[in-house]
């Protein structure tokens, strides 16, 4: 069954099917790998369309250097166990290098997954960070960060060198989000505003020229204003979809900043938001929404039904559970990326239909990414 299925077989699902599909996608069901029990969703009878694969607390899990040290620390007694993420907040991924922003931390940590090495950015020297947050790549692996602090995006490349400073004494009020297309030659940033002002809105950049343009949107609830948005992405349909959160919905707009449609509202129930996060695109256009009091992400199709849920919330920490998740991303194999801040982790999902030593963060995937010169 493909994951299409689960809205539409012979026509849509009823509304009641729809949350039961999502309560009981969200439970998960166990794959093994060896002896251990790795949760996929959904669960059976239906086929599963993605499958925990692993869970990243420190740079220890990442790289080669640190995983020899095991050996060491049996020896010595050392506790050392490489550096963990103080408060991790958002994640972008390019062909298996993730990238982590981390607030507490003030700097963004990048997994280099593929040639198990880490290292970070923006934590000293040109282009350092203060409240790192909002976090996206472009087509060449460049990689932009929102300092919330600072109220600017700071750009590097893709093995950490600074390049340059964006839309400084541009007025952001309160950036978090931010997205930029493949080209690097335009970047929107949300700018969330606060109860007390009316910045509620996504501020568009011409990278190049370091130019404010336009502004997308205003405070309010009508179609194509905001309250409190949170994160945008861009579609493989050029379409920008925005999480507006204080609204508790997704809205879509051309790269003008015209608005084209609307979907989801506040509830308990599949399809509906009660603290949506930061959103994400897989390679198929389907956009995936973190909710950070469901403790999950949901996958809808373009027109905004309801595919999946994938987590649940939870006190305890396990694979696939989640007390405050808030980052998301997806690679370019579908790998999903997901940041929990209150359990400190990154939790990897691998697509079933890619084997587990495919795609871009495997040595056969760096492999093929070094052949093509990227």
């Not at 964006?166 to 931010?178: Q, V, W, Y």
């Not at 194509?224 to 919905?249: K, S, W």
């Amino acid at each position: 069954m493909s994951i299409k299925s689960l809205v539409s077989r012979k026509g849509l699902l009823t509304a009641v099917q729809v949350v039961v599909v999502l309560m009981v996608a969200a439970c998960g069901a166990p794959v093994k790998r060896g002896d251990a029990q790795l949760p996929v969703f959904p669960p059976p009878p239906d086929e599963p369309r993605f499958i925990y694969e692993r869970t990243i607390y420190s740079t220890a899990d990442v790289s080669k250097e640190e995983k020899n040290a095991d050996l060491k620390r049996i020896l010595t007694g050392s506790t050392e166990s490489g550096d963990g993420m103080a408060k991790p907040y958002g994640v972008a991924v390019y062909h298996g290098r993730v990238f982590v922003t981390d607030s507490g931390g003030r700097s963004v940590i990048a997994f280099d997954i593929p040639s198990q090495k880490t290292f970070k950015l923006g934590d000293t020297g040109d282009g350092t960070l203060n409240m790192p947050l909002g976090i996206d790549t472009d087509g060449e692996g460049n990689v932009y960060v929102v300092d919330g602090s600072a109220k600017l995006v700071q750009m590097y490349d893709k093995d950490g060198k600074f390049i340059k400073t964006l839309a400084a004494n541009s007025r952001l009020s309160r950036p978090s989000g931010i997205a930029v297309d493949a080209e690097g030659k335009r970047m929107y940033v949300v700018d969330t505003g606060a109860v007390t002002n009316e910045k509620h809105r996504i501020m568009v950049f011409d990278i190049p020229n370091n130019k404010h343009l336009f502004d997308i949107g205003k405070r309010g609830s009508a179609d194509g204003e905001f309250n409190l948005p949170r994160d945008v992405t861009i579609g493989t349909d050029g379409l920008l979809y925005v999480v507006d959160g204080g609204n508790f919905r997704v809205q879509v707009f051309k790269p003008d900043g015209t608005f084209v449609r609307v979907f989801g509202s506040i509830g308990r129930q599949g399809g509906q938001f009660s603290r949506p996060k930061e959103a994400a695109i897989d390679p198929d256009g389907n956009i995936y929404v973190v909710d950070a009091a469901f403790g999950n992400f949901q996958i809808f199709n373009t027109e905004g039904q309801l595919l999946l849920a994938v987590g649940g919330r939870s006190e305890n920490d396990a694979p696939a559970k989640y007390m405050l998740p808030s980052g998301i991303a997806v690679d370019g194999d579908g790998r999903v990326y997901m940041v929990d801040q209150y359990f400190r982790k990154l939790e990897v999902y691998r697509p079933a239909k890619l084997a587990a030593d495919a795609g871009f963060t495997t040595k056969k995937g760096a492999a093929a990414k070094s052949a093509s010169g990227n």
